[in-house]
């Protein structure tokens, strides 16, 4: 595609309940990152998928956070039991390789969840 | 563990007054360091980025030069512009020595500009 996508754009969700959160990387980019944005606390490294290596889970808060890339493309991150500490912006961003070498990493517009 | 800090904002700048955001890192290996820019209403773009020691990013005016010996990468701009109001972003990322890249990008916790015409 043109950028990287994310759906929903926004997404207001009640105690307890589970969401999921969409990706859709540009076309052969092989590195996909989730990140989260709160307020006043910068960017949040959550995840990270390099190709078919196992990924980068150190950044997950706890084990309600999980994400899959199926087919080396789309990924979706999943919050289950979501609670009122996990309202923030979501951003994914993916790039050719790894953010390492020359290579960009292009950012999707995020997905704001509030949990109420 | 590999970190950035950078100046909290929020900064208020007339336009066309010179602006230095300072960042510095650490990082246990060779880093990439990159300043990410995310304007209102829009998402994080790439604004310059060095890759080694003594490089200096470039673009829209604003440098940036990767300095070892004082882990820094300040970001300066000569003479801002209302346009350049947004919140900016110091990264790194780690690298092998042999090439090849590490992982993920470590993000600063940004730094709001506001410019006033």
């Known amino acids: 595609g043109a950028g990287v996508s994310q759906s929903p754009s926004n997404k207001v969700t009640e105690k307890g309940k589970d969401v999921e959160l969409r990706c859709d990387p540009i076309s052969g980019h092989t590195a996909l990152y989730w990140y989260r944005q709160s307020l006043g606390q910068g960017l949040e490294f959550l995840i990270y998928?390099?190709?078919?290596?196992?990924?980068?889970k150190s950044g997950l808060p706890s084990d309600r956070f999980s994400a899959e890339r199926t087919g080396g493309s789309v990924s979706t991150l999943t919050i289950q039991r979501t609670q009122q500490e996990d309202s923030a912006v979501y951003l994914c961003?993916?790039?050719?390789?790894?953010?390492?070498?020359?290579?960009?990493?292009?950012f999707g517009q995020g997905t704001r969840l509030t949990v109420v | 563990g590999n970190s950035v800090t950078q100046m909290e904002g929020p900064v208020t700048l007339s336009e066309e007054a010179f602006l230095t955001i300072n960042c510095t890192y650490t990082a246990t290996g060779y880093p990439s360091l990159f300043w990410y820019v995310q304007y209102p209403g829009e998402g994080l773009q790439l604004l310059l980025k060095a890759t080694k020691a003594d490089d200096k990013g470039s673009n829209k005016g604003f440098e940036a030069t990767y300095r070892k010996e004082t882990t820094s990468f300040h970001l300066e701009k000569g003479s801002v512009q209302v346009s350049d109001s947004a919140v900016y972003f110091c990264?790194?990322?780690?690298?092998?020595?042999?090439?090849?890249?590490?992982?993920?990008?470590?993000f600063g916790k940004g730094t709001k500009l506001s410019v006033k015409p």
């Open positions: 990264a790194l990322s780690e690298r092998s020595r042999y090439g090849g890249s590490q992982g993920n990008l470590i």
């Open positions: 961003a993916s790039s050719l390789g790894g953010a390492g070498m020359n290579t960009e990493a292009f």
């Open positions: 998928f390099q190709g078919n290596s196992a990924p980068d």
